[in-house]
């Protein structure tokens, strides 16, 4: 708790200039259902560490849980909470919180594949854990999702060292044995933290629907790259 309270207090005051012209910090606003997030979940060493990218619009925006689809939210990880609003919400990307019907479609598959090959929460958390690597979603004026990789120089330059920092300490935390980035701009945050320590680090496809890859049959795609790295049997 007090390394993701570090995080949003040291992401909160970074400038970021157009085309970015909304900037969301759901570990602010989201503060309630996350924190019940690394409390039910979050308290113990794992030996796999699932990393994302930062918050989607209809996800971890919504809801403060990383990918986080509503329905998995609530209904598989049992998480419901207040959520409030950012500073300043752009007019296309209102917060709804855990009123949000628009489907998180990355989060719809992450969870569901971990839902379907561990059925519980409480059976996938023993072991594993995610976390984004940024905390903070940015839009554009017209409403389109803004990447952290897409950012300036001057502007990213600050907001990975304060991620890079939070991520050392995850580690810390959960002592794992993998760190699987999903999605390549994980995967190479993750390495530069890792090479130096015994923790390996893989990839697994990123659940986007704007990846073609993964809108055929990225359930099984996945599973074969966890099980060729023999994180999964």
């Not at 207090?9 to 924190?35: C, D, G, K, M, T």
């Not at 998480?79 to 990307?93: C, D, G, S, Y």
């Not at 659940?207 to 060729?228: D, H, Y």
């Amino acid at each position: 708790m007090a390394a993701a309270d570090a995080l949003r207090r040291a992401v909160e005051p970074l400038p970021f200039s157009p085309p970015v012209r909304y900037v969301y910090n759901p570990l602010f606003y989201a503060w309630a259902p996350h924190q019940q997030y690394l409390a039910r979940f979050g308290a113990s060493q794992k030996r796999v560490l699932f990393l994302g990218m930062n918050p989607g619009p209809f996800g971890m925006a919504q809801t403060g849980i990383p990918f986080g689809e509503v329905s998995a939210v609530r209904d598989w990880m049992g998480i419901e909470a207040e959520v409030t609003q950012p500073a300043h919400p752009h007019p296309k990307r209102p917060v709804l919180g855990f009123d949000c019907t628009r489907s998180e479609v990355s989060g719809r598959r992450l969870w569901g594949l971990f839902a379907q090959r561990f059925g519980s929460a409480e059976k996938f958390f023993l072991d594993h854990f995610v976390v984004n690597y940024c905390p903070l979603a940015f839009v554009e004026e017209s409403g389109c999702n803004r990447t952290p990789d897409k950012l300036p120089a001057a502007e990213l330059l600050p907001l990975l060292s304060a991620c890079d920092l939070h991520l050392g300490r995850v580690i810390s935390i959960c002592q794992p044995e993998w760190v699987i980035g999903i999605g390549r701009f994980a995967e190479k945050r993750a390495a530069l933290l890792c090479h130096e320590l015994q923790v390996k680090v893989g990839t697994i496809l990123h659940p986007s629907p704007a990846s073609p890859a993964s809108n055929q049959n990225w359930e099984g795609a996945v599973t074969a790259q966890l099980q060729k790295l023999r994180v999964w049997d």
